[in-house]
């Protein structure tokens, strides 16, 4: 578990824009601990026009599904800024819930000090993707 390689279908828009070729965002596995069986995602990012589409969701859905059922994960973390509310929505609306807060965690680029949220989600069975499917089918508003 301790080293993965996942890789996005070209011939679907989830990780680039088809048209352009530019790539529209990245997430990832980081912080594996495989004698736990636990992991985090993270280092997300999405340009501005991938920003609450399908395509966070639809990652999301894959890495989730192969942390659980390919590596055997019991728990999938994430950790945000405390002051950035667009991801702890984009997180809770994944299903994960905030476990709490680390106070003075690490310096922002600007230089000063953040809290960090950490979130987690448990090995769910069929309902973590239920939902996620189920978000999926659902119009943007």
């Not at 992991?39 to 990652?59: D, M, P």
């Not at 659980?68 to 509310?85: A, H, K, P, S």
Request: with cysteine; aromatic share 6%.
């Amino acid at each position: 578990m301790a080293s993965l390689n996942l890789y996005i279908d070209t011939d679907r828009s989830d990780g680039c824009d088809e048209a352009s070729g530019t790539v529209l965002g990245t997430t990832s596995y980081h912080d594996i601990l495989p004698e736990v069986k636990r992991l985090e995602i993270g280092r997300t990012w999405y340009a501005k026009r991938a920003q609450r589409t399908h395509i966070n969701t639809t990652c999301k859905l894959l890495l989730l599904t192969h942390a659980f059922d390919t590596l055997g994960c019991n728990v999938v973390g994430w950790r945000t800024d405390n002051v950035n509310y667009a991801s702890q929505r984009a997180i809770e609306r994944l299903g994960a819930k905030k476990e709490g807060m680390i106070r003075g965690h690490r310096l922002r680029r600007d230089g000063t000090i953040r809290n960090t949220v950490m979130y987690n989600l448990r090995r769910g069975g069929p309902e973590v993707c239920a939902h996620l499917n189920y978000l999926l089918s659902q119009p943007r508003r």
